[in-house]
Every structure is written in C-alpha cells, then in structure tokens.
C-alpha cells in the first residue's frame, strides 16, 4: 500500500520516496504483508514449536560447528515438513520480488496473513522459516543489524529475486546497503555498478568482489564489478575469518578502475601460479571458514589489472600464500564493464617478448625484472601494451653460487636490440624502471659482447626467433628469446693451447733435419 501515495509522474518525488523507502517500513510501527497466493496447510501450524524447532535446531548447529563436517541428515518427519513448505509458503510470489526483501527486513514488526487474511504468524516468530525460505539471517529477521553482515553475503539474499525494471534490481537494495543515490531509469545495468561503486566508497568490505559469473558467461575477462545480484549466489554462508591474513591496505575508485595497495603476487612455487596475481578479499566460507577467498587477475597494462576466470574464485590453500609478496605500489583493478575489455588484454601481448630458459642451469624462483609493472612473471613476459617504444631488463639466478645473468631488450619502431649478460656487467643504472628506451639503447651499445655470457660453471647464448605465446590464444605472436645454456666443460676450446702448438712446431723441423 505504500506506493499508494507516491506520484510516479513525479521523477523528483519518486526518487526521494525509493530512497526514503527503507526508513519508512523501519520506522512503522507494524507492517501487513498479504500473500494473495498461499493457503496454509490444514496439516499443521507454521507456529507450532515443534515446526520452529525443527529449523531453528539445525541453525544452532550450523553456527555453533564451522568446520568441515556435514550437518546431520534430515529425519523423514523433518524433509516431509519441509516438502510441505517448499511446495506452499516457499512459492509465493512475495519471496521472489526484489522490493518485498526489504519489506521483510525493514520493520520491526510484520505479520503475515495468507490469501483469506487469515494471520499465520508474526516476522519474529516465524524467523527460522523465513531464513530457511529466504536465506536472510535469523538475528536480522529478528532485529539484529545489518552492518554486522557482509556485504556479499547482503547481496545475495536478493539473487534469485526479480523486478520488473532492470534499475530496480539496484534500486530496491538501497536501504539495505545504506546508500543514497540518484534514480536513472533507462541505464539499465549500469545501475547496479552505480550501487556497487557507492558501497564501496561508504564501506571497506570487501566481499561485494566474492561474486562468480553464472553459468553460460565464458567471458575470460571482466572489471570487478558483478552485472546483477544473482551472481552472489555462492556468497550466502560468507563471514569474517577468525583472524586476518593480510594487513588491509588503501583503496578506492579512481579514473583507472579500483587503486589498491592489497594485491600480492606469487614469488615461488608451483609453475602454474608462480608470477600470479590475486586480491585478497578477507572472506570465508562459514562452512570451511579456514579459506579466505582471493579473485585472480590479469595484466594488461602498466598496473593495470582485469578479473581473471571470473566463474572461480581461490582460497588460500589453493595459492599457497606463503610464497606471495605484497605489491610495493598502487594497482588498478578495471572496474568498468566493456565488451572490449577481453580484446584489450588480448591485444597488450600483441608483440611482446617472452623469455624460455634452463631450469637446470637456473632458480627459477629468484626472477626479478624492470620495468616491474610491464612483466607477467607467470610467464616470463615483456608485455608490449601495443606501444612502439618499450624496453625490459630480466634477472635470473644460476644454481651455482655466481650472481646470474640479466637479459635486456629494446624495441622501437620495429627495430629491435637485446643481449645476456653477467649480472655484474651491467651499470647500476639499468635497475631504475624509469629508464626510456634510447637511454637503454644507448647502454647496450657500449658493452662490447651482447650474444653470449660466461658465468661459471655455465656458458649461456641468446636466440631470437617469433613465437606464439600461448595460454591464452593461438593467434596472438611475439617474440621469443631463448636461453641455451652449456657446462663450460663440454665446450670445445676454438683456440689450441700454446703448448701444444709448440710441441708440434718442434716435432714438425726435428722431422726435417733427421
């Protein structure tokens, strides 16, 4: 009834009243809500306390053993009971549109009568039923506040519900996020970003990121934001973890997407995830609540990042934190939707370098490159970002006890210049990431041996040749420098050694005179 006296021709009176619509089912002093399309069941009473005891019982449970073991299974008494309740309350109509989620959170007091305006029960006393129908915390039904409650898990209590306006599936949670903000009807999905990037300025939660795409998006590639509620379906058992793994660094929404200083990389370990990037979200599932969540995400420019497989998440276990380092600088994370953004990350390794070494000549988990923001470590790769100007300088480790080697590539304008070198042989300069290629170029040019390196116990050369880059598309092309190395020993001297020339000089004139 409350939209009764709102003048819907009014965009001014309309938009003060959605956003003053949470308060006014807050401030009431009780609330009716009519199902016009359920009967209660002759069969029993959703107040007798044995059907509230039935639900409540197994939500002591869940919140009191968090780990890793599986609830009780159900008693044929108790899956009748709630067959019975799937069938009638759970189908109502009101449980699946997205304005009567805050209709049901919002007051204090609610009672609900069924299509006969028959009363069945009250909000608070019926809270285990509609937590097990809607997926809203108990303690909320029951009064508790909202903001002791994550943001992702907020989101999706409102994901697999509906509205008939696409805006209205963001317009309808303000309230329940806290949020004030103009209605532009006719942006259409761009809405829920809007609700997302004002959470995120009024919040530092960051579970609204633990979102996973629904089935049917293959899109590799996509910003931070989710495009509707019902991607937080797998947010519903979030929480806190006991303790925080990672101290919580700044962010905040800038031109270039999301700035953080919370992005780690992964230094060692396995090949698959050595040189990756995540973003800690310090979330856990309740049920496992040891596995804080992590996103995963892709370079595709100077410090610029784009959600990586977005259909999964990781945890903890899964990356082995104990080898990840904190990102010294500010990144980037792409918090705008595009069609494109897929082809941008492909197209920021059209020309790149990739570096392929020796695993037994060197440690591969003591790489370390400039420009920083410019290599994908993953894969040992000078990310060309489609530029016409840009240069590397990549550093390895042997396994012996000598420095290691340093690999330097310049390109400009499709004239290229690289070389392998001792890692002493280089000017201390090289280790600055504000270098421009010709100052580069112009160091190259000075050192007199730029194709091979000796380094004790190891002879290393450098070859160039083009190269598909693989593990993300078949087409995209760059070049390879590969690094052959060979044991000093099993190097055929190209010289003969004094002494030996000698004898055969002497024993060729001995010959002669006799």
């Given at each position: 009834m409350d939209t009764c006296y709102i003048d819907k021709s009014s965009s001014a009176e309309l938009s003060e009243a959605i956003n003053s619509m949470f308060?006014?089912?807050?401030?009431?002093?009780?609330?009716?809500?009519?199902?016009?399309?359920?009967?209660?069941?002759?069969?029993?009473?959703?107040?007798?306390?044995?059907?509230l005891d039935s639900f409540e019982s197994r939500e002591l449970i869940a919140e009191n053993d968090r780990g890793f073991r599986d609830l009780p299974p159900l008693t044929s008494k108790e899956l009748d009971l709630r067959n019975s309740i799937g069938q009638g309350l759970k189908k109502c109509k009101w449980f699946s549109r997205g304005w009567t989620l805050q209709e049901l959170i919002a007051p204090k007091h609610v009672e609900f009568y069924d299509r006969d305006w028959n009363l069945f029960g009250p909000k608070t006393q019926l809270a285990p039923i509609l937590s097990w129908i809607t997926s809203v915390d108990s303690a909320v039904l029951r009064g508790g506040p909202l903001d002791h409650v994550l943001v992702g898990r907020r989101m999706s209590w409102a994901a697999n519900r509906q509205t008939r306006r696409v805006e209205d599936l963001a317009y309808c949670l303000l309230g329940i996020f806290d949020i004030n903000m103009p209605l532009l009807y006719g942006?259409?999905?761009?809405?829920?970003?809007?609700l997302q990037e004002e959470i995120i300025r009024s919040s530092n939660d960051l579970s609204i990121f633990a979102w996973t795409a629904v089935l049917g998006d293959k899109r590799a590639f996509r910003s931070l934001w989710a495009s509707s509620p019902s991607e937080f379906k797998s947010c519903q058992f979030l929480v806190r973890p006991a303790l925080e793994w990672n101290v919580r660094g700044e962010y905040g929404i800038a031109s270039g997407g999301l700035r953080t200083t919370d992005m780690i990389r992964i230094v060692r370990g396995e090949s698959s995830r050595k040189g990756s990037y995540f973003l800690?979200?310090?979330?856990?599932?309740?049920?496992?609540?040891?596995?804080?969540?992590?996103?995963s995400l892709e370079q595709y420019g100077p410090s610029l990042f784009a959600r990586r497989k977005p259909w999964l998440y990781d945890t903890v276990v899964d990356i082995d934190v104990s080898q990840a380092s904190r990102l010294?600088?500010?990144?980037?994370?792409?918090?705008?939707?595009?069609p494109n953004l897929e082809a941008m990350v492909l197209s920021s390794r059209v020309g790149s370098v990739q570096i392929d070494f020796s695993v037994e000549a060197f440690d591969e988990t003591s790489i370390t490159a400039q420009p920083e923001s410019d290599w994908d470590l993953r894969n040992s790769i000078l990310l060309s970002y489609r530029r016409r100007h840009f240069w590397g300088c990549w550093r390895i480790r042997t396994m012996a006890d000598e420095p290691g080697v340093c690999v330097v590539y310049v390109q400009s304008d499709g004239w290229l210049l690289y070389g392998i070198f001792p890692w002493?042989?280089?000017?201390?300069?090289?280790?600055?990431?504000?270098?421009?290629?010709?100052?580069?170029?112009?160091?190259?040019?000075?050192?007199?041996?730029?194709s091979s390196a000796r380094c004790p116990p190891w002879h290393h050369t450098v070859e160039v040749s083009e190269h598909d880059l693989g593990g993300i598309s078949s087409e995209i092309y760059g070049t390879l420098l590969r690094i052959k190395s060979r044991k000093t020993s099993e190097i055929p001297s190209s010289r003969t050694p004094v002494r030996t020339r000698l004898q055969r000089l002497f024993k060729s004139n001995y010959s002669k005179v006799k």
């Open positions: 308060a006014w089912y807050r401030d009431a002093a009780v609330c009716y809500a009519w199902l016009s399309d359920y009967v209660q069941d002759g069969a029993f009473s959703l107040t007798d306390d044995a059907v942006e259409g999905e761009k809405a829920f970003t809007r800690p979200l310090d979330c856990v599932d309740a049920r496992q609540k040891k596995d804080i969540r992590f996103v010294p600088q500010p990144q980037y994370i792409c918090s705008r939707e595009s002493h042989v280089l000017p201390a300069s090289m280790d600055r990431a504000d270098l421009l290629p010709s100052q580069v170029t112009n160091m190259l040019q000075k050192l007199p041996v730029r």
